[in-house]
């Protein structure tokens, strides 16, 4: 594995709240304002084109919404990740809203055919739902499932109409490889706002999840140990930190969904330091930063960009 390869991505059609497509920008005034140098080490990065303007309209698919155009955005994601491990090089992503992971757990397999693909799954939200048992028909809360290509119609709360059907399969199958990920290969970090469709399938299929408290009681660095040991037959394993896993009171509500009772900046860049070490992690993304919504003007930038510039460091050291 050889330098960092950066990925931009500032779409942010699959989030309910506005704004996250804003984050990218306000990590570059964090960087400033900071003096880390963070974008000067990476300025040629891939920039993953946006659907943003498709906001203009309401989307016809109510219960996966914009899904047409995430899709496009998605492809675009998992073709720039595929180039970066072409070219020996660590992916970091860092997107608008986390419905990007679908297009990055799709790069990262199309890089990888034949590797079994451990993901880190450090957000409030597990992310498990889909077209059938959504509350919100924002798309961001469905990646893992699409990625996982599964329906959860045990769950279900509504029907849905043909041509979400279409779209929803058409996403679990980008790529052409499906299902991408297994449950026994996913861990929950920080896992503290779920609905009961997404607890049934977590309990039905036994997935790893770590909560808070755990980790604060039993220290940051027996955690990431023992998740890598628990993801031991992976052959690679993705990070995808999403900001709204930290505390909202303690650091910002600079997210489209904060959360309280989150982990604080040193227990999360601490856990993402130590699964960094590990050779198989082989790609890391940070995602959902709205600085339109920060109560404590950019402090929620400024934060996931300390915890970004240290991940980097920590990679570049790997060599
Ligand atoms: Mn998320």
Redesign the pocket.
């Known amino acids: 594995m050889g330098k960092i390869k950066l990925i931009e991505n500032n779409s942010e059609i699959g989030a309910g709240t506005r704004g996250s497509s804003l984050g990218l920008a306000a990590l570059k005034v964090a960087d400033f304002n900071l003096g880390t140098g963070f974008f000067k080490k990476n300025k040629d990065a891939f920039v993953v084109k946006n659907e943003n303007v498709s906001l203009q309209k309401p989307s016809p698919f109510l219960k996966a919404k914009y899904i047409d155009q995430i899709f496009h955005v998605c492809e675009d994601i998992s073709t720039q990740v595929n180039n970066a491990f072409q070219k020996n090089s660590f992916p970091i992503l860092i997107s608008g809203d986390?419905s990007s992971a679908i297009g990055t757990i799709s790069g990262i397999k199309a890089a990888n055919p034949s590797a079994r693909i451990g993901v880190i799954w450090i957000?409030a939200?597990a992310?498990l739902h889909t077209p059938f048992t959504t509350p919100s028909g924002n798309v961001?809360g469905m990646s893992l499932m699409a990625a996982l290509n599964f329906d959860n119609l045990e769950r279900r709360i509504h029907e849905i109409d043909h041509a979400t059907q279409q779209q929803w399969d058409k996403i679990k199958k980008i790529g052409n490889i499906y299902p991408k990920i297994t449950t026994d290969d996913i861990v929950f970090i920080g896992l503290r706002s779920s609905e009961d469709p997404e607890d049934y399938f977590i309990i039905e299929n036994n997935i790893k999840r770590i909560g808070v408290e755990e980790v604060r009681r039993r220290g940051y660095e027996k955690i990431s140990f023992e998740v890598l040991e628990y993801l031991d037959a992976c052959d690679l394993i993705y990070v995808s930190f999403?900001v709204?896993s930290l505390d909202c009171d303690l650091i910002s509500y600079g997210t489209g969904t904060p959360v309280p009772n989150g982990l604080t900046e040193q227990e999360a860049g601490g856990l993402i330091n130590g699964f960094l070490i590990s050779k198989k992690t082989a790609c890391f993304e940070v995602?959902?930063i709205n600085p339109c919504l920060d109560n404590k003007q950019n402090k929620m930038a400024e934060t996931a960009l300390r915890i970004l510039d240290r991940a980097s460091s920590i990679i570049e050291k790997r060599g």
């Open positions: 986390h957000d939200h992310d961001h999403d709204d995602v959902e």
